[in-house]
């Protein structure tokens, strides 16, 4: 405008007072008269200026509810974009009620819209010396617990951390750390990440208790004669089954035996105990089940081989579940003390047989209920079911999924031989076997998603929790895959 001649300038500074001055018809008319005498490079420029002049931020005149409103139905990913736009955004985008809405869609489960599920994560343990004593053990931490117990955690802070883990999951990516100690081949394993701790029993007769943190031994318990096939500890005490006949139940903290338990003519393979009952199975055909309350002790008998697993069922503790060499599955009716289903389909010797937590989640469904042009273990026609399921492994190499009417819903196929450990959670199953493999699949799809090596010797025992997997060898090696986020 400066290095216009001074009459233009004029000209020019007239004839916008004359539309500032005038009324608003005639300014339309001015426009549409304008509008008419431009070419197309002046229409272009005039779109160009117009169009930012148009825009506008629909938080900056929408009350906030509505807004938040809006953006309740933006996935993780373009929240995140949007806290990039402006302060304003910002604020709207990182607002903790739309992170919590986002954490129970997927956390614990596998959200219907994107297909992810994130890990349900324990609190965070304190640090602690080795001769400290320990916090109670627990199987989960509900949701809310996420938070800190003085000052809570953003909800986008918790949603981050377990994106993170899942996406290590999916990634294969984790470190390996390994427990050397076992002078012989280890057969049973359990840890617990909030109380930082591994037990692991082995054929050199010993329980030996490690720290998960560090991998140091703190403890080592001897007192069977023979190996030790099973384990399983809370917050107070340890329970252990052997070869020489007997379980025995320890106080881990001091590394005492408190008791021992006989009854078994037969080796115990394998126990499982709730706050109630302990059950066992054994090389004697038979299932011993302890009442601690009453003092009692009764044996189940129907199998015709070795007892290999035995679990106590959550959802209904009237129930036991148990898994032999004859191939079979049984459950069993705890009151009535007699076998109320079988399950048969696996063609070896049934090593495990897993019945589902109380409160999981799944969308198996029996092919039988499926119209014929729906493929069985497609997750997206199948709404999601509480009912409990159970899920078995054998040394056919295979894994099933079976509901509690004897009905198989899915045979999983990948190990070249036979499997022997088994585990899961909402979100996938993890098994071990003869052929030396730790395998990870995804529990909605059936597909193997990984295959871990590493082992020199058959896989004889496997643990899981969201951020870790632990698997023992015949090697006497026991092996922490970590896929935590600061691993």
Same mark, same amino acid.
């Given at each position: 405008?400066?290095?216009?001649?001074?009459?233009? %300038?004029?000209?020019?500074?007239?004839?916008?007072?004359? !539309?500032?001055?005038?009324?608003?018809?005639?300014?339309?008319?001015?426009?549409?008269?304008?509008?008419?005498? @431009?070419?197309?490079?002046?229409?272009?420029? &005039?779109?160009?200026?117009?169009?930012?002049? &148009?825009?506008?931020?629909?938080?900056?005149?929408?009350?906030?509810?509505?807004?938040? %409103?809006?953006?309740?139905?933006?996935?993780?990913?373009?929240?995140?974009?949007?806290?990039?736009?402006?302060?304003?955004?910002?604020?709207?985008?990182?607002?903790?009620?739309?992170?919590?809405?986002?954490?129970?869609?997927?956390?614990?489960?596998?959200?219907?819209?994107?297909?992810?599920?994130?890990?349900?994560?324990?609190?965070?343990?304190?640090?602690?010396?080795?001769?400290?004593? &320990?916090?109670?053990?627990?199987?989960?931490?509900?949701?809310?617990?996420?938070?800190?117990?003085?000052? %809570?955690?953003?909800?986008?802070?918790?949603?981050?951390?377990?994106?993170?883990?899942?996406?290590?999951?999916?990634?294969?990516?984790?470190?390996?750390?390994?427990?050397?100690?076992?002078?012989?081949?280890?057969? @049973?394993?359990?840890?617990?990440?909030?109380?930082?701790?591994?037990?692991?029993?082995?054929?050199?007769?010993?329980?030996?208790?490690?720290?998960?943190?560090?991998?140091?031994?703190?403890?080592?318990?001897?007192?069977?004669?023979?190996?030790?096939?099973?384990?399983?500890?809370?917050?107070?005490?340890?329970?252990?089954?052997?070869?020489?006949?007997?379980?025995?139940?320890?106080?881990?903290?001091?590394?005492?035996?408190?008791?021992?338990?006989?009854?078994?003519?037969?080796?115990?393979?394998?126990?499982? !105990?709730?706050?109630?009952?302990?059950?066992?199975?054994?090389?004697?055909?038979?299932?011993?089940?302890?009442?601690?309350?009453?003092?009692?002790?009764?044996?189940?008998?129907? #199998?015709?081989?070795?007892?290999? @697993?035995?679990?106590?069922?959550?959802?209904?503790?009237?129930?036991?579940?148990?898994?032999?060499?004859?191939?079979?599955?049984?459950?069993?009716?705890?009151?009535?003390?007699?076998?109320?289903?079988?399950?048969?389909? #696996?063609?070896?010797?049934?090593?495990?047989?897993?019945?589902?937590?109380?409160?999981?989640?799944?969308?198996?469904?029996?092919?039988? %209920?499926?119209?014929?042009?729906? #493929?069985?273990?497609?997750?997206?026609?199948?709404?999601?079911?509480?009912?409990?399921?159970?899920?078995?492994?054998?040394?056919?190499?295979?894994?099933?999924?079976?509901?509690?009417?004897?009905?198989?819903?899915?045979?999983?196929?990948?190990?070249?031989?036979?499997?022997?450990?088994?585990? !899961?959670?909402?979100?996938?199953?993890?098994?071990?076997? #003869?052929?030396?493999?730790?395998?990870?699949?995804?529990?909605?799809?059936?597909?193997?998603?990984?295959?871990?090596?590493?082992?020199?010797?058959?896989?004889?025992?496997?643990?899981?929790?969201?951020?870790? &997997?632990?698997?023992?060898?015949?090697?006497?090696?026991?092996?922490?895959?970590? !896929?935590?986020?600061?691993?």
């Amino acid at each position: 405008m400066e290095s216009l001649p001074t009459s233009d %300038r004029e000209a020019i500074t007239h004839i916008w007072s004359l !539309f500032s001055a005038a009324p608003a018809d005639q300014r339309t008319l001015i426009l549409k008269g304008l509008l008419s005498a @431009c070419c197309m490079p002046q229409l272009s420029f &005039l779109y160009d200026e117009i169009k930012p002049l &148009l825009r506008i931020d629909f938080s900056s005149i929408l009350p906030r509810e509505i807004s938040l %409103r809006i953006f309740s139905f933006l996935d993780a990913k373009s929240l995140c974009h949007a806290a990039q736009v402006s302060q304003a955004w910002r604020s709207l985008a990182d607002d903790d009620a739309l992170w919590h809405r986002m954490c129970e869609q997927h956390i614990d489960k596998k959200c219907t819209k994107c297909g992810w599920g994130l890990p349900l994560l324990d609190k965070r343990p304190k640090r602690r010396s080795a001769n400290t004593k &320990l916090t109670t053990v627990t199987d989960g931490m509900p949701l809310r617990t996420a938070c800190g117990p003085a000052t %809570r955690r953003p909800w986008k802070e918790v949603y981050s951390e377990r994106l993170v883990v899942e996406r290590n999951w999916r990634r294969n990516n984790y470190n390996v750390r390994i427990l050397q100690g076992h002078t012989d081949g280890v057969m @049973c394993v359990q840890f617990c990440d909030t109380n930082n701790v591994v037990m692991t029993g082995s054929y050199d007769k010993t329980i030996r208790v490690w720290s998960l943190e560090t991998g140091e031994e703190l403890r080592r318990m001897e007192g069977h004669r023979q190996c030790v096939r099973a384990l399983q500890f809370d917050n107070c005490k340890l329970v252990t089954g052997a070869m020489d006949n007997t379980l025995k139940i320890w106080d881990w903290h001091s590394g005492r035996c408190i008791r021992t338990l006989e009854g078994h003519t037969g080796g115990v393979l394998s126990l499982h !105990f709730d706050s109630r009952l302990l059950a066992s199975g054994s090389t004697d055909h038979t299932i011993r089940v302890w009442d601690f309350r009453a003092g009692a002790c009764c044996t189940l008998t129907g #199998h015709n081989e070795w007892v290999n @697993c035995v679990r106590i069922c959550s959802h209904d503790n009237n129930l036991l579940v148990s898994a032999s060499d004859d191939s079979t599955i049984k459950v069993w009716d705890l009151q009535s003390k007699a076998c109320i289903q079988t399950l048969q389909g #696996h063609v070896g010797q049934v090593q495990v047989a897993l019945p589902s937590p109380k409160g999981f989640n799944h969308r198996l469904t029996s092919s039988s %209920r499926l119209p014929g042009n729906v #493929h069985p273990h497609d997750p997206k026609v199948h709404s999601l079911s509480d009912a409990p399921i159970i899920v078995s492994a054998a040394l056919d190499n295979t894994i099933k999924f079976w509901n509690f009417s004897g009905s198989c819903l899915r045979t999983l196929f990948g190990h070249v031989e036979g499997v022997w450990a088994l585990a !899961f959670d909402s979100l996938r199953v993890v098994s071990g076997s #003869h052929d030396r493999t730790v395998r990870i699949w995804d529990m909605e799809s059936g597909k193997c998603m990984h295959a871990l090596e590493g082992h020199s010797g058959p896989v004889t025992t496997v643990a899981l929790s969201d951020t870790k &997997l632990i698997s023992a060898s015949d090697d006497g090696e026991v092996r922490i895959w970590d !896929f935590g986020p600061n691993h």
